[in-house]
């Protein structure tokens, strides 16, 4: 166990030495200089000059890249260009909001997509299935902006059943977690019926069923747990693909959390929230499949980490 | 039959239907039987018959796409075939049990033992948890498992096969139902798992008195068990009877047939002397070890697969390999065909082929060749059977389109093949005669050994008759020696000249096959001689002896381990048995 965690987390250090260098590399060859940006439109070239070499702006690449990883091992994220604040108090002042979305985001995601996938397996071929399964494909496939703004135009302002937007209690966590919910179940539901159908073919479900179990304890017993089992290291998998939406929601929905910090960051050319918050993501995917390996042996008891 | 008992089931005029509108099939036509307390019918038949959619259809388990357009199953009084689902759930695993084939795939792979065994009691009857557990303890000690507290807490997953059966017993027996129907119960299990399967049945139906209904196509295991027969063919009944009845006198043609193809051992004639012949394949201290992964501070350990096996291979020669799953026979073919390594000395007409590599492997494999067990999974589905046979040629000899489709032609007359079939897919061929473009293939390039790992045992027994035929054939007419891997003795008595005995990755006994299957020394092989039912009436066998495991040896040994070297007593000209 301890042997394979550690090697595991050596596994995210590389992980994250390469997010950061690319992510670096790319804001670097980036044509918008961030210090035009701060200097605003009339300033004097001088000024610009001045304010790029005040950030190191003026040092090559390697230079750069290498000042950001020593201030990184030393916890230190550098400080916004724009706010002037440290990018870590920057992100943790937005984490919480951000963990809270996610939860009932992935919640929502997850109870869609296993019930909806399960409905369509138990009733494969029926007009119910093709139905579930053309509404999973919308999912997958709908623009999370469009979607998100025509549930927040339908449901706050034309039902005025949610509040506008905004941070508060669980009535404003309901809408965008919902959107992000309804959105990302495509996938599980796919998932989930696929694997139920191939499941239900064992050998071992006529042998229950030969046991004269009932319809009900046969789907929940025997049929769910083993239909799951593929689907928990994808939930890790899905985590940056739930990143990308949270980006987006977040900024429909004016819901102050790390996604609606990067949006504004990348608008303002503000390298060190972007490469920050970009950092936290890998980790936050990284610490995601992690998880789902720890998870899966609890389920499968055929699955020994100690042999990955 | 006993007019004057009432039958405990009893199936009249049952007709089965698969598939809907133009493509429905009648699979099941009138099948009428009766099953009476505390006796045991087999349901005999080949594959296709519609034994096991019968057994499905008795407890009410049959698939979404079958039928019933007619008959009746009659248990109780009542008809199973219109009992509603719920009063059916409240039948199956408390007074109809049932067993199926695959022992491996068979239980739920995330539940416990004890939690499965549980389930079934909880279902139907209303016991404290104690109550349950014991209940449980005492049905997997009926079942005779060892070390019963520790199974109930494994997965099935840390048991082997006959384990796994066992359990399935067990389960099928909590609730002492008055019927326990088995469909092939031991097909995939080894002989030896098989018997001790066979004889728990028995013991079981004398303890519990419940009539049992056996599904199997092994008329050993109808010989061995059965008071009544049912022999099915393509859905039609073609005989019922007493065992005696059926195994002496039976009226259908097709009945006479099927039990003149099944090998029996002790039957076959006595083969060719070839000990003047050229040695062809010369195997000498033959080692394949597996290392295994291991962590950071653990000692490495290796599997030793096979170790230390010697034999010689004549021209014209069949050798038998025999032994249970996991004993290290397949591996020692593939290891004669190169496709693993090995330590060791295989010399094929004086060339040593450890060790060959690129060109020199190359030639080498074309005098070496290999028929595999599953003729479904050997054969490309994409490919035609001209690609598939001709392939080899194309390699090795880069022969053009058509003197290609020349010589496929003529290797598919050589297997008894039409010629028309050269353009044909693989899905579009019976079993039989997909091992039959399998031997095509294998016979290509005239190679001098042909290694047949477990070729017929996929086959109904009239196909296998007619493929061992085929290969006695081609081994006379080309001279081509085999190593025929089985676990099936009869048909090792009926096609090999010597046989080879192996256990737990050793050769144990091998010599002269009259010798090492009529007189054996090694306790290993007269337990596995023991284990054969014998298709005949009057020679039911006693299993109980059996139902001892024997002392296994590990095969998982740290890196520093030396192998004891093995050697061998001659019991008479031509037949050694390895000495402890």
């Known amino acids: ?308 | 039959m006993k007019p004057d008992e009432q039958p405990s089931l009893s199936v009249e005029r049952l007709s089965i239907d698969v598939g809907g509108g133009a493509s429905r099939r009648r699979v099941v036509d009138e099948l009428s039987f009766a099953l009476y307390p505390r006796r045991t019918l087999c349901i005999a038949g080949e594959s296709g018959s519609g034994k096991s959619l019968s057994s499905l259809a008795i407890m009410g388990l049959l698939p979404k796409a079958a039928s019933v357009p007619g008959g009746a199953i009659l248990f109780d009084n009542r008809d199973l075939l219109s009992l509603p689902e719920r009063e059916l759930q409240g039948l199956r695993g408390k007074r109809i049990g049932m067993i199926f084939q695959e022992p491996m795939t068979s239980l739920n792979p995330l539940l416990t033992v004890g939690q499965q065994l549980a389930e079934t009691l909880r279902r139907h009857e209303a016991l404290s948890r104690g109550e349950i557990h014991q209940r449980c303890r005492a049905m997997l000690d009926a079942v005779r498992m060892p070390q019963v507290d520790k199974r109930l807490t494994q997965y099935p997953h840390e048991l082997s096969g006959g384990m796994r059966q066992r359990v399935m017993i067990a389960m099928a027996m909590l609730c002492q139902p008055e019927i326990l129907i088995a469909d092939e119960p031991t097909t995939a299990l080894d002989v030896t798992i098989q018997a001790q399967i066979l004889e728990l049945m028995r013991e079981l139906q004398q303890q519990f008195a419940t009539s049992l209904l056996l599904i199997t196509h092994d008329m050993g295991v109808v010989a061995e068990m059965a008071d009544e027969v049912v022999v099915m063919n393509q859905g039609r009944m073609e005989e019922r009877g007493s065992l005696h009845q059926v195994f002496t006198d039976a009226q259908a043609p097709y009945t006479r047939k099927l039990l003149a193809a099944v090998p029996v051992l002790g039957s076959a004639p006595p083969p060719d002397a070839l000990n003047e012949q050229p040695v062809v394949l010369a195997v000498k201290d033959l080692s394949v070890r597996f290392p295994l992964r291991h962590g950071w501070f653990e000692t490495p350990r290796t599997v030793h697969a096979v170790e230390g096996v010697s034999f010689e291979l004549r021209q014209g020669e069949t050798l038998g390999l025999v032994g249970e799953s996991g004993c290290g026979k397949s591996t020692t073919g593939k290891a004669l065909m190169n496709m693993l390594s090995y330590q060791g000395s295989v010399k094929l007409l004086g060339q040593e082929l450890n060790g060959l590599q690129g060109d020199a492997l190359q030639r080498v494999r074309r005098d070496v060749q290999m028929v595999f067990q599953d003729p479904y999974a050997a054969l490309n589905p994409r490919k035609t059977v001209f690609d598939l046979v001709g392939e080899p040629l194309l390699i090795h000899d880069k022969m053009p389109e058509a003197r290609r489709r020349e010589r496929v032609a003529q290797l598919l007359q050589q297997v008894d093949l039409p010629r028309d079939t050269l353009e044909r897919y693989p899905h579009q061929f019976s079993g039989g005669q997909r091992q039959r473009i399998c031997i095509a293939r294998a016979l290509a390039l005239n190679p001098k050994v042909i290694i047949a790992d477990e070729s017929v045992s996929a086959l109904d027994v009239s196909v296998q008759a007619q493929v061992l035929e085929l290969l006695e054939r081609l081994r006379a007419e080309h001279g081509l020696s085999y190593l025929f891997i089985s676990h099936d003795m009869a048909v090792v008595e009926r096609i090999c000249h010597r046989v080879a005995v192996m256990y737990g990755g050793r050769i144990v006994e091998i010599g002269a096959r009259d010798q090492v299957l009529h007189n054996p020394q090694h306790p290993y092989t007269r337990r596995l001689l023991a284990a054969v039912p014998v298709p005949e009436v009057g020679r039911r066998r006693d299993f109980k002896s059996l139902l001892k495991e024997l002392d296994r040896p590990d095969p998982i040994k740290t890196k520093d381990f030396v192998a004891p070297v093995q050697r061998f007593s001659a019991v008479a000209a031509d037949h050694w048995v390895a000495v402890e």
């Open chain 1, 1 to 308: 166990m301890l042997p394979f965690i550690c090697r595991r987390v050596g596994y995210a250090l590389l992980i994250l030495l390469g997010v950061t260098f690319i992510t670096y590399l790319l804001l670097f060859l980036l044509p918008a200089d961030p210090a035009r940006q701060i200097a605003g439109r009339s300033a004097t070239p001088e000024v610009v000059a001045a304010i790029r070499a005040q950030l190191g702006l003026d040092l090559p690449f390697y230079q750069q890249y290498l000042s950001y990883l020593g201030n990184l091992l030393h916890g230190d994220l550098g400080r916004s260009y724009i706010q002037r604040t440290a990018v870590s108090e920057l992100i943790g002042a937005r984490l919480r909001p951000s963990l809270e979305l996610m939860a009932a985001g992935i919640g929502f995601e997850l109870l869609i997509g296993i019930s909806l996938g399960m409905l369509a397996a138990l009733k494969r071929d029926s007009f119910a299935d093709k139905l579930l399964m053309a509404f999973s494909f919308v999912g997958v496939s709908a623009p999370q902006f469009i979607a998100a703004m025509l549930f927040l135009y339908f449901f706050a302002v034309q039902l005025g059943w949610f509040p506008l937007g905004g941070y508060g209690g669980a009535s404003h966590l309901m809408l965008p977690a919902l959107t992000l919910g309804l959105l990302g179940s495509g996938w599980y539901s796919r998932m989930v019926r696929s694997s139920m159908i191939e499941v239900l073919h064992q050998d071992f479900i006529r042998t229950a069923r030969a046991k004269g179990l009932s319809r009900a304890r046969i789907v929940l017993v025997h049929v769910l747990p083993n239909a799951i089992v593929p689907v928990i290291p994808m939930i890790g998998i899905d985590i940056g693909v739930f990143m990308g939406g949270l980006v987006v929601v977040e900024s429909v929905f004016g819901w102050p959390g790390i996604g609606q910090l990067a949006w504004q960051s990348i608008q303002q050319v503000d390298i060190p929230v972007i490469v920050g918050v970009t950092t936290l993501s890998a980790v936050a995917i990284v610490l995601g499949n992690l998880l789902a390996d720890l998870v899966i042996p609890l389920v499968d008891p055929r699955i020994d980490i100690k042999q990955h």
